[in-house]
């Protein structure tokens, strides 16, 4: 007997059945017209289904990117309409209790944050969406995304001296992989749209999709202008600017009076600009490093609470007297602009400035260092030119230098000059000032490099176990041992063998090389076909030589080495294999490691290898590794 | 490559009176003393000796060229010693040696020192040439002989 719910099941099978057939009778074109036959058939023959929804996800993305980073704008704003005193102070006036009080407050609430949640805390920062697409196939857990839009807001908008943009970018990002999870989009995908949804946000955020695609391109990819996330990256961030525009209106941040963009003789100028904006920028890391020193190594203080208060309530005390301070900083920014702060006062501001964003954000503040370097930027170009005119009599424009100043210090402590550039035209919605923009900026960044060799997120990254220093080439020969490659079937004599015996093993050896040793057994060096053509050419030399003569010197690895160090030296040398020793003390030949093993290897591992393509193994360089 | 007059100077030739040839190696080298060739003359004097000791240079046609690449060395250079009587070299055809050609590199002068000995050889196979060397009567003579390769 069929129960009631029996035959409910039958039916709800039946239905299925025929919903199934028709499924497969459109699928094969069955019942269509004939035109539409023939497009439907061109549509499954093409690969245009994948453009096809390559631009709608790209679409979703924006939209979704877009949303949440009006939200976190809005909530950001609010919050600052409230809370930063030099809004309060046009009012009715602000207590100075109250205005020391309100950072400290948001960093109580901040500090239990990361106290509560210290997994989700701890990815904070652009570094980790970088990690997040690299290292996780982009996959960022809607918690984290969740926990980095409000903590970014508690922390800026009870006054921390950081930017939106990190905050920014974590969040579009998290909804890129949010959307890739909703859809069950493939890994591949979902690498994709988390990196371009970065780029959406900051488009959204700041207005600017340019830049946005260029945060994206710079930052997030790594400057890999081939990247299949490219295209997706420029929809997503025109969308977003799109709904930004929509819902929060055309707006500008910065209200920039009428300024002279000076002459060609202002370029010594700017370039002493440059060169300054390069110096704010080491310092900033420098005052990083050295509060880090102080928190991490001396103080060995853990706790959020320990690290963050005392940063607050000593910014609370600096706050009274310099308001400015609070927050973004925006308004200070037009406020300079407007000529409405003292040239002594701003230098006292950019050190303080600079100072604060190093200590909260070594502290545990939550926020970026885009806004704060534009800020930064402006009070170093306005107080530069400003201090050039009184002291040489010189007529630069200070809003010009302000502005210049910009590109400067975001080029320097973000190492992004392409990002800066456009960011800082998009933002002043200026054309006029590009040129010492672009100059400033590329000499700030420059000066940058020379010091450090590398840019902020490749540094940042190696802390983290992730080598990108090669300019985003895959390292994955660092990631396996000599020992694991190398080959023990080698050619070795002795020092004494004479020339014309040599000359047979030379003649049959694989490799062309055939390594020399002493009497100890030794490695003295290597003897190699193409190094000796002068002795085979000449006949008379084969009765004069030794292999000892013509031996050369050789660089060596050892079996812990890793392949990648096999390779610098094999090409430094210009040699085609290079010997494995047992320690570089002892030198006693163990195997050889070939050119052309490598190479096979590598080729290998990169089939293999997506994933984990730009993991360091710590254990293998003797480092320290991040939390150990 | 520069021609072989350029590694060698009027300086560095000398008329040998020794007739054991380690003693012969050691009195040639001594020419480079005070000179720019060789930081470290006992250095350089040991790795001759010792090369010498694994395979005699002796090459025959009463020639022998004595060689070591050193770090000490800093330009490439070669001394030419002369010996009327002649000097047991064990050489390959058994002959007494009359013409020591003692070639002193740096250790990174591999293809330069190679050259060098192969052009020497090759120069020095020349009977005649090899004649008028050992029976020039002073060293501006001999160096003339190397004008002319």
Redesign the interface.
């Known amino acids: 007997m069929i129960g009631q719910y029996g035959r409910a099941n039958i039916n709800r099978a039946g239905s299925m059945t025929i919903r199934r057939k028709r499924y497969r009778n459109l699928l094969a074109g069955e019942g269509l017209p004939e035109f539409q036959k023939k497009l439907r058939e061109l549509y499954l023959k093409s690969d245009i289904s994948r453009y096809i929804a390559h631009i709608i996800f790209s679409l979703i993305l924006g939209l979704f990117a877009g949303f949440a980073s009006v939200v976190f704008y809005y909530l950001l704003n609010t919050a600052g309409r409230y809370l930063d005193p030099v809004n309060a102070t046009s009012k009715d006036g602000v207590s100075p209790v109250i205005i020391f009080i309100i950072p400290v407050i948001g960093g109580l609430i901040v500090a239990t944050m990361t106290r509560v949640f210290p997994a989700l805390a701890r990815e904070k920062g652009v570094v980790n969406v970088i990690k997040a697409v690299i290292i996780n196939n982009g996959l960022i857990p809607l918690k984290v995304t969740v926990f980095h839009l409000f903590a970014p807001i508690i922390s800026m908008g009870f006054g921390a001296p950081l930017g939106p943009e990190g905050p920014a970018a974590k969040i579009g990002s998290g909804m890129g992989s949010f959307m890739s999870q909703i859809f069950r989009l493939n890994q591949r995908d979902m690498r994709m749209y988390t990196a371009a949804g970065a780029g959406a946000a900051i488009a959204a955020v700041f207005n600017a999709p340019i830049a946005g695609v260029f945060f994206g391109i710079e930052v997030i990819l790594l400057n890999d202008l081939k990247n299949q996330a490219l295209s997706a990256l420029i929809i997503s961030s025109v969308v977003a600017d799109i709904l930004s525009r929509a819902l929060l209106g055309n707006h500008h941040i910065f209200h920039i009076p009428v300024y002279n963009t000076g002459s060609v003789w202002d370029f010594p100028f700017f370039l002493g600009l440059g060169i300054l904006c390069g110096v704010c920028s080491l310092g900033f890391f420098a005052a990083r490093g050295f509060f880090a020193d102080i928190l991490d190594r001396k103080l060995r203080w853990k706790n959020p609470y320990m690290r963050l208060i005392p940063v607050t309530v000593i910014f609370g005390l600096v706050l009274i007297k310099y308001h400015h301070l609070f927050g973004i900083g925006y308004n200070s920014i037009n406020e300079v602009l407007n000529g409405r702060v003292a040239v002594t006062t701003l230098v006292v501001l950019l050190l303080l400035r600079l100072v604060f964003m190093a200590l909260f954000l070594e502290a545990g503040a939550y926020g970026g260092t885009f806004a704060p370097s534009l800020v930064l930027g402006v009070f170093l170009g306005y107080s530069f030119a400003s201090i050039m005119n009184y002291f040489f009599n010189t007529s630069l424009d200070p809003v010009t230098f302000a502005l210049v100043g910009m590109g400067g210090v975001l080029a320097g402590v973000n190492s992004i000059p392409l990002t800066a550039i456009l960011l800082v035209f998009e933002v002043t919605n200026d054309y006029h000032f590009i040129l010492p923009l672009m100059f400033v900026s590329i000499i700030a960044y420059l000066s940058m490099i020379y010091v450090h060799k590398e840019t902020v997120y490749s540094k940042e990254l190696r802390k983290t176990g992730i080598d990108v220093s090669r300019r985003g080439e895959v390292d994955l020969l660092g990631k396996i041992k000599v020992q694991d490659l190398k080959k023990t079937d080698f050619e070795a004599i002795s020092y004494?063998t004479?020339f014309r015996d040599l000359l047979q093993i030379l003649m049959g050896s694989l490799s062309g090389d055939v390594f020399v040793v002493n009497d100890k057994n030794q490695l003295v060096g290597v003897v190699s076909l193409k190094?000796?053509r002068?002795?085979i050419?000449?006949k008379?030399?084969v009765?004069?030589?030794?292999a000892?003569?013509?031996t050369?010197?050789v660089p060596v690895v050892t079996e812990e080495d890793q392949v990648s160090v096999a390779i610098k030296k094999i090409e430094t040398y210009d040699i085609e294999s290079i010997p494995v020793v047992k320690s570089e003390t002892e030198q006693f030949i163990t195997g050889v490691l070939t050119h052309q093993d490598i190479l096979a290897a590598y080729n290998t591992m990169l089939n293999a290898c997506e994933i984990d393509q730009f993991i360091v193994d710590y254990s293998s360089r003797g480092e320290t590794g991040p939390g150990q | 490559m520069k021609g072989i007059r350029e590694y060698t100077d009027v300086k560095y030739i000398s008329k040998l009176k020794m007739k054991n040839k380690y003693k012969a190696i050691e009195e040639l080298a001594q020419v480079f003393k005070d000179s720019p060739v060789c930081a470290n003359l006992d250095e350089l004097v040991t790795a001759l000796i010792e090369?010498e000791k694994?395979?005699s240079?002796g090459?025959g046609f009463g020639i022998a060229?004595p060689?070591a690449?050193i770090k000490s060395v800093k330009d490439i250079a070669f001394a030419i010693g002369i010996s009327k009587k002649g000097i047991n070299f064990d050489s390959?055809d058994g002959k007494p040696v009359h013409l020591i050609i003692l070639v002193a590199a740096g250790?990174r002068q591999?293809?330069d020192y190679?050259?060098l000995?192969?052009r020497i050889?090759?120069y020095l196979?020349n009977e005649p040439v090899r004649q008028r060397i050992i029976n020039a009567q002073n060293s501006e003579e001999i160096i003339t002989q190397f004008d002319e390769e």
């Open positions: 004494r004479p190094e000796v002068q002795a050419v000449s008379d030399l009765d004069l030589l030794i000892g003569d013509i050369v010197p | 090369r694994i395979m240079t090459i060229i060689h690449k390959l250790e591999h293809k190679l050259k000995l192969s050889m090759s196979k």
